[in-house]
Structures are given as structure tokens and as C-alpha cells.
């Protein structure tokens, strides 16, 4: 299994704890906490997939670099 699933599942959790700090009252018009709670599950499921690609696009980027230097070393 990718280590990208990982990945998307400790961002999911931080992201769900980072939302969670957040006080939606001037944005949800009153009793409607379950559209509220929906918003907060999108924000958190848009803000983890955002992390999750940066986090494997530096990790994919850093290890092209490294092969480049460790070429450059052995080659020329």
C-alpha cells in the first residue's frame, strides 16, 4: 500500500483538530448545526487532500533532487 494513504490519514486527523478551532457561528445562520458540521467535514476532507498532494509532491521532488546530485557525484 502507498505511503500516500498514510499520508491522507494524519492530515485528515490534523485537519478535523485544526477546523475544530474554528468558530463558524457568523457564518451559519441559527439551529443549523448539521450544516455545520457537513461544512467543517468538507473544509477538513478539502484542506487534507491540499496537504496531503504538497506533502508527496515535496517528498516525489526532494528525492528526484537527490538522485540528480547523487548522479552529478558519481558521474561526473
Do not use: C, H, P, Q
Request: proline letters at 0%; glycine letters at 4%; a positive charge.
Amino acid at each position: 500500500m502507498s505511503y500516500k494513504v498514510y499520508i491522507y490519514v494524519i492530515t485528515l486527523m490534523l485537519s478535523i483538530y485544526a477546523t475544530s478551532g474554528i468558530n463558524f457561528d457568523g457564518f451559519i445562520k441559527t439551529n443549523k448545526a448539521i450544516e455545520a458540521r457537513v461544512l467543517v467535514i468538507l473544509i477538513s476532507i478539502a484542506l487534507s487532500y491540499l496537504s496531503t498532494n504538497f506533502i508527496y509532491d515535496f517528498i516525489s521532488l526532494t528525492s528526484i533532487i537527490k538522485g540528480w546530485f547523487y548522479w552529478i557525484k558519481n558521474y561526473l
